[in-house]
Every structure is written in structure tokens, then in C-alpha cells.
């Protein structure tokens, strides 16, 4: 099972700051994801990658921006924070080779970091 | 668009009752569907899934079966511990890296 770590857990920011989600993953997928959680909305997809320096915009990417390094590390941007940003952040990691057939993604998710923006 | 559905918001249950969580989906062409658990302070876990007609998937004593007659794939255990208080997701992917998510439905058991 594909292990994904975030970093921070916790953030507390102001509006209009800068702030920088971290996720490394150590499976060895090719693809990477960043979701937002809230409350009646379930998860959303902001941006993925499918490998070191690619970006796909997501459906809510208004925002953010992200950045994928290289295989392992996939970072979610923040340049002026909003308050509408408060939310929990999700990362997660997939691999086409584990998909058995058409539409059979199977994402493994890290553990999530709560943004508060004030 | 491709969407899921889960009608109820949250369910309250006390331990060795019967647990069904509602899930319709809408999608173009034939969607695998999933099942994914979150417990407090953690990040969504894969359960289970299926990717035809009449196939049920199964983990843990939860299990759901794919019905593309009437366009869903509730969850349903036969005698729910404490333990199981979770929000649960049903989710679909048509193809790809996509993944559409329903809005969840959290369950709380009482001992």
C-alpha cells in the first residue's frame, strides 16, 4: 500500500499571506493529486501530475497552483491566501499498472492538512 | 456531468444494527464504482469496488452491489460495531485518472 505523508498537519495563515502544502509519496506512483475536503461538497479535485514537471488542472483550481518535483513530492501554492481556502487538504497517489480496467483508479490518500485562513 | 449521490448526510445507529448508506450515480458509459471509508483525523482509505453489472464488491463485512438498472451501489453491513463510526464516500471513475466523489455520509454507532 502506497504511503503518503503531508506536511504541515496544521497551518493558520492570514488572508493575502503565502502559503506552501507538502506531500511526498513513497510508492513510486506516477500520479499525484491535491483534493480539497468541505462540509456538502465531499472531495474536489484542484490539480494532478502523472510525473516529475507535469501539471493538470483539476475542476476548482481557481487559486492555487502546484508543482510536482519530481517523482515523490507534489506541492499545493497558496499566494494570497482566502478565507474561502479554509478547508482540509487532501494529497493522494495512484498508479495506472494498479488500475485492472477503464475508470478503476484507486487513490491512497495521506492523511490531510487542516488550513485555516483568517 | 458525471456526479454521485448520497442522500443521507449522516446515520445514527446502535452497535449490531443493520447499516445501509444510499449511493446513485449518473455517468455516461459504464463507471467503476467505489466505496471509501475516513476515520476521524485520517485521510480516505479504499474499501472496496466493483467495475460491472451484478458484481458485488466486499471488505470488512461491508459490501455493495453494482446495479446499472437503477444506477447505484448502496453499502450495506449486517451488524455495525462502534468501531465503524466513519464518514463513508461512494465514488465513481469513468476512465483514467478521474475520480468523482459523492458528498459523504457520516456514520455514528452508539455502544
Known amino acids: 500500500e502506497a504511503a503518503v505523508t503531508q506536511s504541515p498537519r496544521n497551518k493558520v495563515t492570514v488572508t493575502g499571506g503565502n502559503v506552501t502544502l507538502s506531500c511526498r509519496q513513497t510508492?513510486?506512483?506516477?500520479?499525484m493529486y491535491w483534493y480539497r475536503q468541505d462540509t456538502g461538497h465531499g472531495l474536489r479535485l484542484i490539480h494532478y501530475?502523472?510525473?516529475?514537471?507535469?501539471?493538470q488542472i483539476g475542476d476548482v483550481p481557481d487559486g492555487y497552483k502546484a508543482t510536482r518535483t519530481t517523482q515523490e513530492d507534489f506541492f499545493l501554492l497558496l499566494e494570497l491566501a482566502s478565507p474561502s481556502q479554509t478547508s482540509l487538504y487532501f494529497c493522494?497517489?495512484?498508479?495506472?499498472?494498479?488500475?485492472?480496467?477503464?475508470?478503476?483508479?484507486?487513490?491512497?490518500f495521506g492523511a490531510g492538512t487542516r488550513l485555516s485562513v483568517l | 456531468g458525471d456526479s454521485v449521490t448520497q442522500t443521507e448526510g449522516q446515520v445514527a445507529l446502535s452497535e449490531e444494527d443493520f447499516l445501509t448508506i444510499h449511493c446513485n450515480y449518473s455517468?455516461?458509459?459504464?463507471?467503476?464504482l467505489f466505496w471509501y471509508v475516513q476515520y476521524p483525523g485520517e485521510g480516505p482509505q479504499f474499501l472496496f469496488r466493483a467495475s460491472r453489472d451484478k458484481e458485488k464488491g466486499s471488505s470488512r463485512g461491508f459490501e455493495a452491489t453494482y446495479d446499472k438498472g437503477t444506477t447505484s451501489f448502496h453499502l450495506r453491513k449486517a451488524s455495525v460495531q462502534e468501531s465503524d463510526s466513519a464518514v463513508y464516500y461512494c465514488?465513481?471513475?469513468?476512465?483514467?485518472?478521474?475520480?468523482?466523489f459523492g458528498s459523504g455520509t457520516r456514520l455514528l454507532v452508539s455502544p
Open positions: 465514488a465513481l471513475g469513468t476512465g483514467g485518472y478521474k475520480v468523482v
Open positions: 493522494a497517489s495512484s498508479d495506472p499498472r494498479d488500475w485492472g480496467g477503464a475508470g478503476q483508479n484507486t487513490l491512497y
Open positions: 501530475s502523472y510525473g516529475a514537471g507535469n501539471l
Open positions: 510508492n513510486s506512483h506516477n500520479y
Open positions: 455517468a455516461s458509459g459504464y463507471p467503476a
